[in-house]
């Protein structure tokens, strides 16, 4: 990949990686005091990755007031790069108040839902108005 892309060397990722434009807009809708939902958490992955731009890019714990893991996984629950973990079962409203969330965050998540119109209502109902749900995925 170095001898493909050798900006690598320079912070970590290549010129074809979207991770940082995804991340860059999601951390320029966020303030100090905004709570965040990482929906579809998992364990938090990006944790292993060695200290990296990407990585503090992904981090928002300790920058905003509140950061709340959401998976339909138990594994959510050992998530270190969360406040607070929640294992959702499809269906079921999320444990959190109608509009109490400042930006949702879904990163490669909705490819593996099999009917995501009855999953954006849910996302929709604990967004505060004018919050934002930022979702990214391979498929359309």
């Known amino acids: 990949m170095n001898r493909m892309f050798p900006e690598i060397a320079a912070g970590g990722y290549s010129r074809v990686d979207q991770t940082v434009d995804f991340y860059g ?3 320029a809708l966020l303030a100090p005091d905004s709570v965040v939902v990482d929906f579809g958490a998992g364990r938090g992955g990006f944790m292993d ?3 990296s731009y990407i990585r503090r890019l992904r981090s928002f714990q300790g920058h905003q007031r509140r950061v ?3 998976d339909v996984d138990p594994i959510v629950k050992e998530n270190q790069s969360v ?4 294992v959702w079962e499809p269906g079921n409203p999320i444990d959190l108040p109608d509009a109490s969330v400042d930006v949702v965050v879904s990163d490669f998540t909705f490819e593996h839902i099999d009917d995501p119109s009855l999953v954006i209502p849910e996302l929709d109902r ?5 919050g934002w749900v930022c979702a990214r ?3 359309r």
Do not use: C, H, S
Not at 83 to 86: G, H, I, L, N, W
Not at 126 to 130: A, L, Q, R
């Open 25 to 27: 807009r999601v951390n």
């Open 137 to 139: 995925t391979p498929n």
């Open 83 to 86: 406040d607070e973990a929640q």
């Open 68 to 70: 709340i893991g959401v």
């Open 49 to 51: 990755l060695p200290d």
């Open 126 to 130: 604990i967004v505060k108005p004018g």
